[in-house]
């Protein structure tokens, strides 16, 4: 049975989110500042941050407004595969062991971070997809991959739940810390999620 989110107990996953992608998946925006302020969330709150990026020869860098943010210790990790779990990050997974609760984001839902979703659930972890600061080129993508990875286990979350069921208490020595970071402007409204599955309009 899920617990509640613990700071101690958890490691935050960016999927690929790179600048070359930013015309190409729907609510970019929203993707990117969801990122931002977790990263910084999870700086405050000392929970280790792992990034990733999906052949960035080909598709660039992590976008710099996240990249800016990372600490010196967290380099971002290339990739080929569109799970996350590839062996650098499997070593960074080890060296966190009592670390079992992964908050996820990034593109696309429906391909890169649902089949990293799966690759830890299959591990044994406990998995919250952050459905604000993940996104995929059509909403119909992103909705299916959405309804997959509840199918196998993963919470569905979003960023201003995730970090206030972080802090549990208004007293919490960050909690001023992550007030201000919610209270940044979101850049666009996102649509409410489905609760059945999605149904394809072709």
């Avoid at 101690?8 to 989110?17: A, G, H, R, S, T």
């Avoid at 970019?28 to 931002?36: D, E, G, M, Q, W």
């Amino acid at each position: 049975m899920a617990s509640g989110l613990q700071a101690e107990k958890c490691i935050l996953f960016v999927c690929d989110i790179q600048d070359k992608f930013q015309h190409r998946i729907e609510n970019f925006s929203s993707v990117l500042h969801v990122a931002s302020v977790m990263i910084r969330g999870a700086n405050a709150l000392s929970i280790p941050v792992v990034v990733t990026e999906q052949y960035p020869e080909r598709f660039g860098a992590t976008a710099r407004e996240l990249s800016a943010l990372l600490k010196p210790t967290c380099k971002a990790i290339p990739k080929t595969t569109f799970s996350m779990v590839v062996p650098e990050v499997a070593e960074v997974l080890a060296s966190h062991p009592t670390r079992r609760t992964v908050l996820l984001t990034g593109i696309e839902a429906q391909v890169c971070v649902f089949q990293t979703a799966l690759d830890l659930i299959g591990r044994g972890y406990e998995v919250h997809v952050l459905a604000d600061g993940v996104s995929s080129s059509r909403a119909f993508d992103c909705s299916v991959g959405l309804w997959r990875m509840t199918q196998h286990g993963a919470l569905v979350s979003c960023y201003e739940m995730a970090l206030l069921e972080l802090m549990r208490d208004s007293r919490a020595p960050n909690f001023k810390v992550i007030s201000e970071l919610l209270k940044k402007p979101r850049p666009e409204r996102l649509p409410s999620l489905p609760l059945a599955p999605p149904q394809s309009k072709l």
